[in-house]
């Protein structure tokens, strides 16, 4: 099969994969924007705040995925067998806390940032329903993580599909009090959320028990597993939860300019996830492809794959900052009509447009790179250019000039940045010999 032929064979499942992700979040999102920017900040915010534990995630998802990949390239399934059992295992020790935890953060976060009491109590609400499914939400992404070790990505779409229809009925019930229900406005989004992942869950889990995947269904402990998972997993956790943690920071400067230029932030940062989607499809398919190839001891395999990824990325980018520059007034009044709120999500944008190539270039390499085992690298790149690029000239624009474009600028210039330095980190190759 050719490079081109198991970049689309892996990416077309996969973009309806994550746009089926990005739709049961923004069905949400969506719905709630209809009782107006209050409600848009709360979830928005909320949805900033819940990033963090999928940040949190990733000490599982990336190591595994990069261990798995390659078993599964080298056809040692017994072992990948171990390997998602011992993940299963470990992650129930370590998620059930996850509860109390994130009550705690919903009840003093939105404190902490001072953001309006309007804002404040049905964000308190959203995440701390969401709290309770912290769990469910893991497991869901370790078996999703193992289906795609192994190239079965349709299997998730077809759960995915299921789930984004119940989210969006439970939504339209919950929220607005049709069918009999009490209008429960935000708080009724994340209950339908709640509802969504114990049926996911449900899917997956009878899957594997009843044997209807590659891995043989066991509850064995491997801690020499659990050691290389982690071995990759650690960075890049910390990766993830200090950049959840910086863009938190990021957009709770947004706040302080105002809730109407925070709405529009909101909605246009949400739109621009939702377009760049079939990147990050493309990227989870180089880091997959990256693993099986380098498990099969055909790193020039993986190059190619990851090139191959990245040209069709690349692509997609590019239609996507047209449409940002030419038509933002439409993506911008699919979600609200308030004017003022669609004039900030205009200039969001119609700034971030600029920056759309470069970023499927960020997307496509780190993940690879990560893929491959690089994960103390991209820990560096990233928290660097986050923090010089992005943070600290955002907190001159908005308190010594009160700048919104100011911040926006500073957000594509951390782009540019790391699309630079991760291109040429993976030129020079040395991912080709790091040890999973």
Do not use: C
Request: hydrophobic fraction near 55%; charge should be positive; aromatic fraction near 12%.
């Amino acid at each position: 099969m050719s490079a081109h032929r198991r970049v689309l064979h892996m990416a077309t499942p996969l973009v309806f994969n994550l746009l089926l992700d990005v739709v049961v979040v923004y069905t949400d999102f969506f719905m709630v924007a209809k009782l107006g920017e209050d409600a848009i900040a709360a979830v928005g915010m909320g949805m900033q705040i819940w990033g963090i534990y999928y940040a949190m995630l990733s000490l599982f998802y990336t190591g595994q995925s990069a261990l798995m990949t390659r078993l599964v390239g080298a056809r040692e399934y017994r072992r990948a067998s171990m390997t998602l059992s011992t993940i299963l295992i470990f992650g129930a020790l370590v998620s059930l806390p996850m509860i109390l935890l994130w009550n705690y953060v919903g009840q003093h976060i939105f404190i902490w940032f001072q953001a309006p009491v309007s804002v404040q109590t049905p964000g308190e609400a959203y995440i701390g329903t969401l709290a309770f499914v912290a769990p469910l939400i893991l497991f869901n992404s370790v078996f999703d993580t193992a289906l795609s070790a192994y190239g079965n990505v349709k299997t998730a779409l077809k759960i995915k599909i299921a789930v984004a229809l119940l989210n969006g009925v439970l939504d339209y019930l919950f929220i607005f009090g049709h069918g009999g229900f009490e209008a429960m406005g935000v708080q009724g989004a994340a209950i339908a959320t709640v509802i969504a992942e114990v049926f996911s869950f449900a899917v997956f889990a009878s899957m594997w028990i009843m044997g209807k995947t590659v891995y043989r269904p066991m509850l064995r402990f491997s801690r020499r597993l659990l050691v290389r998972v982690l071995r990759v997993g650690l960075p890049a956790m910390l990766e993830r939860v200090l950049s959840s943690a910086s863009y938190l920071l990021f957009t709770a400067m947004v706040l302080v300019l105002g809730t109407e230029v925070y709405a529009g932030f909101q909605i246009g940062f949400r739109i621009e996830g939702m377009a760049f989607m079939p990147g990050i499809a493309f990227s989870i398919v180089a880091s997959i492809l990256m693993g099986q190839g380098l498990g099969e001891k055909n790193p020039d395999k993986s190059h190619e794959d990851v090139m191959t990824a990245l040209r069709y990325a690349l692509a997609f980018m590019f239609a996507v900052s047209l449409a940002f520059m030419i038509i933002p007034e439409v993506l911008a009044g699919i979600f609200t009509d308030d004017p003022e709120v669609i004039h900030h999500a205009v200039l969001y944008l119609q700034i971030v447009g600029i920056s759309q190539i470069p970023l499927g270039m960020h997307f496509v390499l780190s993940k690879a790179l990560k893929g491959a085992g690089a994960t103390r690298e991209t820990f560096i790149i990233n928290i660097a250019s986050m923090w010089l690029v992005r943070i600290i000239p955002s907190v001159i624009a908005v308190y010594l000039f009160h700048s919104v474009t100011g911040v926006y600028l500073a957000m594509i210039a951390d782009t540019f940045v790391k699309a630079v330095l991760f291109w040429r980190l993976f030129s020079a190759g040395k991912w080709r010999v790091i040890k999973v």
